[in-house]
């Protein structure tokens, strides 16, 4: 886990949901590059498929270089934009889903608090192991202070 002067980084709920109209845009922005490196990937496949001329050079060789150059920068752009997300010490599950993750202390427990795309606010938390599947509801009640 990420630190700040050696202590865990956690987040509070109040400052996550602060946080998601930035990460919706970002996410929304991870999946168009995701989208962008799957369709210069299967246009890879289908220049790859047109053959090769005698000498062993593709027979669209100029489009195949193209369509890399294309790739590598859509993956290069998404490398960096979930690099810089992950930074801030969230954790990205899924770019397909929007499921992000947030270290956080619930009731005095290490959760991480859950968020997916299409959710207005953090509603959710779960333990480390469980993950997505074992998530459970916040409450008003919760207590989300970090230990000092």
Request: include cysteine.
């Amino acid at each position: 886990m990420d630190s700040v002067d050696g202590k865990p980084r956690y987040f509070r709920l109040a400052e996550v949901n602060a946080m998601l109209p930035t990460l919706r845009i970002l996410i929304t922005k991870l999946r168009a590059l995701l989208e962008e490196a799957r369709a210069r990937h299967r246009e890879l496949r289908l220049i790859k498929a047109v053959g090769h001329h005698p000498d062993g050079t593709l027979i669209m060789a100029s489009d195949y270089r193209v369509a890399r150059e294309r790739f590598e920068a859509a993956v290069r752009e998404a490398d960096e934009l979930i690099e810089n997300i992950q930074r801030t010490g969230c954790i990205i599950r899924s770019v397909d889903l929007g499921l992000v993750d947030f270290p956080a202390v619930i009731n005095g427990q290490e959760v991480l608090l859950c968020w997916r795309m299409g959710e207005s606010e953090v509603m959710y938390y779960h333990d480390w192991e469980s993950g997505y599947a074992g998530r459970r509801p916040l409450s008003p009640e919760d207590d989300d202070t970090p230990p000092e």
